[in-house]
Nanobody, 119 residues
Framework: VQLVESGGGLVQPGGSLTLSCVLS????????MYWYRQAPGKKREQVAR???????TYEDFVEGRFTISRDNAKNSIYLQMNNLKPEDTAIYFC??????????????WGQGTQVTGSS
């Protein structure tokens, strides 16, 4: 299984970006999908989650600015980010988690895409 993120870049405060993540080697509908981020010198933190049933949750710092979505037909998830702040600067990672009925756990990560807020 492979996850490949794209869509990062340099953006001014208040700007918008949409990140994408494509899963290959398996079927997206089997997984709970996450976006995480890691800023320089800080620990990786969860940003948003979308369940197999399309229930979406966000960390408090998102403050209604980001939207996570999934398209199982395209084996892809997205993170629409609006009103970006300098403190959103980080590498953003896509993550897929699956727990089977047999108790097997699968956990896959992408390589990350850089988002840089610059004034």
């Amino acid at each position: 299984v492979q996850l490949v993120e794209s869509g990062g870049g340099l953006v001014q405060p208040g700007g918008s970006l949409t990140l994408s993540c494509v899963l290959s080697g398996s079927t997206l509908s089997l997984y709970v999908m996450y976006w995480y981020r890691q800023a320089p010198g800080k620990k990786r933190e969860q940003v948003a989650r979308v369940t197999r049933g399309d229930i979406r949750t966000y960390e408090d710092f998102v403050e209604g600015r980001f939207t996570i979505s999934r398209d199982n037909a395209k084996n892809s998830i997205y993170l629409q980010m609006n009103n970006l702040k300098p403190e959103d600067t980080a590498i953003y990672f896509c993550n897929a988690k699956r727990l089977t009925g047999k108790g097997e756990e699968f956990d896959y990560w992408g390589q990350g895409t850089q988002v840089t807020g610059s004034s």
